[in-house]
């Protein structure tokens, strides 16, 4: 099958039983009889459910693992630069351990010569994926970089700072568990040290597991019920904008990532009243429904006037200017909330797979740019572009393509 | 090409396998210890003791030529229904090769040569790790970088001999002192 496997763990792990878990520690908090009467109607068989952590992703697939997963709950960017000394054959190496650590780690296992192996245990579907950035090809495959991979264009309201920018190698672990995330993180960092250095480390986060039903668009820190429209993964529409048919041979069902690190301005955010926050957006800040529908997966209707006769959702609304014409301008999101308590600073990271970021990616970000009220209190202070690589077979390694050119 | 001391290290354990034969006196060929399954004796056996040894996860820690000296763990299985007994092993980027077992008194770990080299039961395993038994690696002549795969060989007491392709990773322990060699040398295999 091209996706991986969800939660198998080795048949271990049951989604009822979790949900079930989660039923019964909401209605325990109120009262016991009425637990009690819960399980006595429940045919369940002895003992408690088993807990989430056990749930696995596996690393193995024609895709990578992280991209059409649903989105755990934390999230670790490891950005690295490749040594100047680090040739085609370091890099073998270097994406050879790499992918070693992860197969094991996804499993719940220790890493080889892994000091803290009672760590690995608890996988809560541990997930690293793999993005390349231009210098990294290059370093392997100098005539195998796809176009599109290079910096995006520059726009006005970005005050993109380099210590945010892009890497030769991006490894995005995610975890519903944070210790999880941390321990995965710190094998990596040690077997990438040999041949990188760590530029950055970009830590995100959502709601915690279980907070909420699965499938819940998440909230972003302004309030804002953010990812609402989004191709589905598993549908031909998902396929089409995502996975790359065409290009060099070593990304042929891969993707391309954009990371773009988006500080919020909470303080003069809070400054504005909910409809004025709803304005700015064009939906609803209860339930992200358009503010000319009833529900958040209602179509917007963008011609619709009030009775002044001006549209119910403006010229500058977010979501009008985000939505182009050509349904070929569309990408996947898949980010997460930050805090960087030392500074202060909090915001979104922008995590968005599309098969080509030129062709789907920056005619968005170039419309926002002209346009879009929500840039008063947005602004991008980071920005890097990968190509994700398809997934590889067990004994292989993410990238390994393209030592077959 | 100077002498490879291996052949140092094979001569002293062939030596304490003949010692061992001539303790059991041969007698009982058929249920005798496998230490005493050196090639004279090694009939006993239906197939080499190499066929049923393999070393899962592999993995040797990287070190330098300056570092000089370095290990390689796993963990040996025996699939077969004898014991067998690894008594030496070469590795193709060390001059001398040995067997070391780990002894640790409070937070102090010191080596030396295992005697009799490392048996591991029938059908059972034996563990190679840091603060344990391992292959000790001497005399690097080139470095060993993380993500390399080199190969190893071990020689059993029958003589037979089998190779594993250890991949070589960072890793901070394993700094066992060499026995009696406290004083001038950092400690770093």
Not at chain 1, 101 to 116: I, N, Y
Not at chain 1, 139 to 151: C, E, Q, S
Not at chain 1, 230 to 254: C, I, K, Q, R, Y
Not at chain 1, 372 to 382: S, Y
């Amino acid at each position: 099958m091209s996706r991986p496997r969800e939660g198998t763990g080795g048949g271990r792990w049951s989604r009822r039983g979790v949900l079930l878990a989660g039923a019964t520690a909401g209605v325990g908090a109120l009262s016991g009889a009425v637990v009690a009467r819960s399980t006595a109607t429940e045919p369940e068989p002895t003992g408690p459910p088993r807990p989430h952590g056990e749930g696995s992703v596996s690393f193995h697939g024609t895709r990578q693992a992280g991209i059409e997963t649903p989105p755990q709950a934390n999230v670790r960017l490891l950005g690295l630069d490749l040594n100047a000394d680090t040739d085609a054959e370091g890099v073998r190496r270097l994406l050879s351990l790499l992918g070693d650590d992860v197969a094991r780690l996804s499993r719940g296992e220790g890493a080889l010569a892994d000091t803290e192996p009672e760590l690995a245990a608890v996988p809560a579907r541990l997930t690293v994926t793999f993005g390349f950035g231009r210098g990294l090809v290059e370093r392997v495959a100098p005539d195998a970089v796809p176009a599109w991979l290079t910096d995006l264009p520059g726009f006005d309201h970005d005050a993109l700072r380099s210590e945010w920018g892009q890497t030769d190698l991006l490894l995005q672990v995610c975890s519903d568990d944070p210790v999880t995330v941390a321990h995965a993180a710190r094998v990596l960092l040690r077997d990438a040290r040999a041949h990188t250095r760590v530029r950055w480390i970009q830590d995100g986060f959502r709601r915690a597991h279980g907070s909420e039903r699965d499938g819940t668009t998440m909230r972003n820190l302004m309030g804002q019920v953010d990812g609402t429209v989004n191709p589905a993964p598993g549908t031909e529409d998902f396929d089409h904008l995502v996975w790359s048919e065409d290009g060099p041979g070593w990304l042929a069902g891969g993707t391309s990532l954009v990371l773009r690190r988006i500080a919020t301005h909470l303080d003069t955010w809070e400054e504005l009243d909910r409809p004025a926050r709803e304005a700015v957006v064009g939906r609803r800040l209860a339930d992200g429904s358009p503010l000319t529908g009833e529900s958040e997966h209602d179509a917007p209707d963008f011609a619709a006037t009030d009775a002044g006769g001006l549209t119910v959702i403006a010229d500058f609304a977010h979501i009008r200017r985000a939505r182009s014409e050509d349904p070929e301008e569309r990408v996947f999101r898949r980010g997460y909330n930050y805090e960087d308590p030392a500074s202060g600073e909090s915001g979104l990271l922008f995590v968005c797979f599309q098969s080509d970021p030129v062709r789907r990616f920056v005619p968005i970000q170039r419309r926002l740019d002209e346009l879009d009220l929500l840039n008063e209190w947005v602004t991008a202070v980071g920005s890097a572009v990968y190509a994700v690589p398809p997934g590889c077979a067990e004994g292989g390694f993410v990238g390994e393509g393209l030592w077959k050119g | 090409m100077p002498v490879h001391p291996r052949t140092r290290v094979l001569g002293a354990v062939l030596a304490l396998s003949l010692a061992l034969t001539g303790c059991g006196d041969g007698a009982d060929d058929d249920a005798g210890p496998r230490e005493g399954g050196t090639e004279e004796d090694g009939a006993t056996r239906d197939s080499p003791a190499a066929d049923s040894l393999t070393l899962d996860d592999p993995w040797i820690k990287a070190a330098t030529v300056e570092d000089g000296m370095t290990a390689v763990f796993g963990e040996m299985v025996n699939d077969g229904d004898q014991e067998v007994t690894v008594v030496a092993a070469s590795h193709e980027d060390a001059d001398t090769v040995e067997l070391h077992e780990v002894t640790t008194q409070g937070a102090d770990a010191t080596m030396r040569e295992r005697e009799g080299g490392f048996p591991i039961p029938a059908n059972g395993t034996l563990p190679l790790e840091p603060g344990g038994n391992h292959i000790m690696l001497m005399g690097l002549t080139t470095d060993l970088e993380p993500g390399a795969e080199s190969t190893v060989t071990v020689e059993l007491s029958d003589g037979s001999t089998t190779t594993f392709t250890a991949v070589v990773k960072e890793h901070a322990g394993a700094n066992e002192e060499y026995e009696g060699d406290h004083e001038d040398h950092g400690g770093d295999h």
